[in-house]
Every structure is written in structure tokens, then in C-alpha cells.
């Protein structure tokens, strides 16, 4: 399998590196949530966002819901962004963690059609026929 080598660039990229280290080492694949901390590394290097200056606010206005993404997919990212700032808040650094939304992400309920008895007559007979 052919990797891209990405270039960490952002002031706070070994941090993100380390959360992703200790996540490897925890025995979690990690693939999905490490591209979008590598997107989180650009997003903080185009900012010229210090550690220092990573707050709540910071953090969710990253992991805002895009027009062509699901609502799963913004909450995953949210998740990421929650973990990462338990991750610097264990590590000494002052961060308040972002709020989770209100409405979690939940598939729609499937209410399945129960047969009455005459219906299922109706359908044996017209198998028998």
C-alpha cells in the first residue's frame, strides 16, 4: 500500500502527532480520524494557531458541519476534536472541551409492516395458485 508522506507543519503538530502515537499504541486503526487531525494541522498552520492559543471555540469552529457532509460525519469529527482536548488537558495544557450537540446522530426507525391473518391468507393462496 502506497502512503502519502504528509509534512506536519502547524506549531501544535507535535502534540497531534503524539494523540495519534498514543492512539496507535492503544490498538486503534485510527485511519479516518488521522486524516481529518492532519486537516487540523493545516487548518492551525494556515491560522498560525499556537498551542497556546487552542481553545473551545477554535476547536469547534474546525469540526464545522460542511453542506455536502453528514450529520455523522460532523459528530465524528467533534468527537476527535473532544478526545484531542482531554488528550492536551492531560498533558497540562488549559482548554475547555467542546460541547457536545444536543440531538446525537441516530438512523431513522424502520417501523416494520406486521401482516394481519387475512392478508396472509391472501398471500398463500395467491403462491398456491
Known amino acids: ?41 493545516k487548518y492551525c498552520y494556515e491560522k498560525n494557531i499556537s498551542i497556546e492559543q487552542l481553545n473551545r471555540n477554535l476547536l469547534e469552529q474546525f469540526c464545522s458541519k460542511n453542506k455536502n457532509e453528514s450529520r455523522m460525519t460532523y459528530e465524528g469529527r467533534l468527537c476527535l476534536m473532544r478526545q484531542f482536548a482531554r488528550y492536551l488537558l492531560k498533558h497540562g495544557y488549559k482548554i475547555e472541551i467542546p460541547i457536545t450537540p444536543k440531538k446525537r446522530f441516530s438512523y431513522p426507525i424502520r417501523i416494520p409492516y406486521i401482516y394481519t391473518a387475512s392478508e396472509l391468507k391472501e398471500i398463500f393462496v395467491q403462491i398456491d395458485n
Open 1 to 41: 500500500m502506497n502512503k502519502s508522506h504528509y509534512e506536519w507543519k502547524s506549531a501544535i503538530s507535535s502534540s497531534i502527532k503524539d494523540f495519534i502515537d498514543e492512539k496507535h499504541l492503544a490498538g486503534y486503526r485510527f485511519r479516518c480520524q488521522e486524516r481529518w487531525m492532519k486537516q487540523f494541522d
